[in-house]
């Protein structure tokens, strides 16, 4: 009979210590709830939006708050702490480090470059695309092409996407842009429609509306991001007031999830690379 009792006894103390056998769990990923807001770059919406799917898995009562406005303003949210999160698709300068802003990179992107689908040119080399974007290079048949003006698209000033790109190709204050769009799917839409215009883009939201230019014989692609083949590629910041070990628990819970196996996967999901693999 004692022993009976012995046994009761140690199975309710596991049960306790598991939450409760039978019942509802109170797992650790339970505990955790509130919001999280980010603020930031639009190149980084589609990852941003499968990152707040997963987490809602994970954490049903931790919910993501997230706006799209651009790097730039993503990076003052943060140092003003009026965000908790900011989404920078470029590295951050000198100056907004010693603002006390943390530059947590989550991922690689590749910038595509993309012409409208009539367009007969598949190839540029850096220092054509460098030239086509300030000026030097205005007509498509200089390259191969028909004889069609080139419309140049690119970004904002603010962009994320605008700033990776000027500065990997050397060009930054340089660009003569025939229109400046403030969105990723902006650009994307406007090539689309526009005969003889170029424009660039995030490798995630490649779609089959426009076509991708190789660089230097090179596609933009996960493979040649991954590899290092692809010139055009930068990172995507999550940046932090501070260290993340400073940071709420909410916030220390979202980027534990993307170090996990499961925001891993998300990474490569919406066709980023994971850093340092």
């Known amino acids: 009979m004692k022993k009976k009792v012995l046994s009761v006894l140690i199975v309710f103390m596991m049960c306790l210590g598991l939450a409760g056998c039978g019942g509802g769990s109170n797992s650790a990923s339970d505990d955790i709830s509130g919001k999280v807001s980010l603020n930031g770059s639009t190149s980084m919406e589609k990852f941003v939006n499968a990152l707040s799917e997963g987490i809602k898995e994970k954490y049903p009562n931790l919910q993501l708050e997230a706006q799209f406005t651009g790097s730039g303003a993503g990076l003052e949210a943060v140092a003003s702490k009026t965000t908790d999160i900011g989404d920078s698709s470029r590295s951050l300068t000198d100056e907004e480090k010693e603002k006390g802003i943390e530059e947590n990179i989550v991922a690689i992107d590749g910038i595509a470059t993309i012409t409208n689908k009539s367009n007969k040119v598949t190839n540029l080399t850096k220092d054509q695309l460098a030239k086509i974007y300030t000026g030097q290079i205005t007509n498509w048949k200089d390259l191969g092409g028909q004889d069609e003006a080139i419309v140049v698209i690119g970004r904002e000033a603010g962009s994320g996407t605008r700033g990776a790109f000027e500065e990997l190709l050397g060009i930054e204050e340089q660009c003569q842009y025939a ?99």
Do not use: C, H, W
């Open 179 to 277: 229109q400046e769009l403030n969105e990723t799917g902006a650009v994307l839409a406007k090539v689309a429609k526009t005969s003889g215009s170029i424009g660039y883009v995030s490798l995630d939201v490649l779609d089959d509306t426009v076509s991708p230019l190789q660089l230097d014989g090179v596609e933009p692609s996960e493979k040649t991001v991954k590899d290092g083949s692809y010139a055009l590629q930068r990172p995507f910041v999550m940046a932090t007031n501070g260290k993340i070990s400073e940071q709420s628990k909410q916030v220390q819970a979202v980027f534990d999830f993307i170090n996990s196996d499961d925001g891993q996967k998300i990474i490569e999901k919406v066709g980023l690379v994971t850093p340092n693999k």
